[in-house]
């Protein structure tokens, strides 16, 4: 990790704390599909998920995906990462 990621996932702990559920964030989960295409691990494009949201029963992984995440909870990760991440960018 660089020191830019470093800054980021600070900024990141800082300004969004919680978990989508409402739950303390613990684990970033890094975007892997966009509009149901793989993308290439972008290390900016990620979110801050609890463990049970991340891997756990019902979480994203165990449900295959962001796009099933969100059909099973409402969440929209992807649209998520994308907002934090173009946030983080106008404030450099």
């Known amino acids: 990790m660089n020191a830019a990621h ?11 704390p919680d978990c989508v559920c409402g739950g303390p964030y613990q684990q970033l989960h890094h975007i892997i ?8 691990k972008d290390d900016f494009l990620v979110v801050g998920l609890c463990r049970e949201c991340h891997q756990g029963k019902g ?21 998520l ?3 934090r991440r173009h946030n983080w ?4």
């Not at 470093?6 to 969004?16: A, F, P, S, V």
């Not at 295959?64 to 409402?74: I, K, R, V």
């Not at 960018?89 to 450099?92: S, T």
């Open 81 to 83: 990462a994308v907002l």
């Open 59 to 79: 979480g994203v992984h165990d449900l295959g995906g962001e796009a099933q995440f969100l059909e099973a909870t409402g969440h929209d990760l992807v649209h």
């Open 6 to 16: 470093r800054r980021y996932y600070t900024w990141l702990c800082t300004e969004h």
């Open 33 to 40: 599909h966009v509009n149901h295409q793989r993308i290439t």
């Open 89 to 92: 960018e106008v404030r450099q």
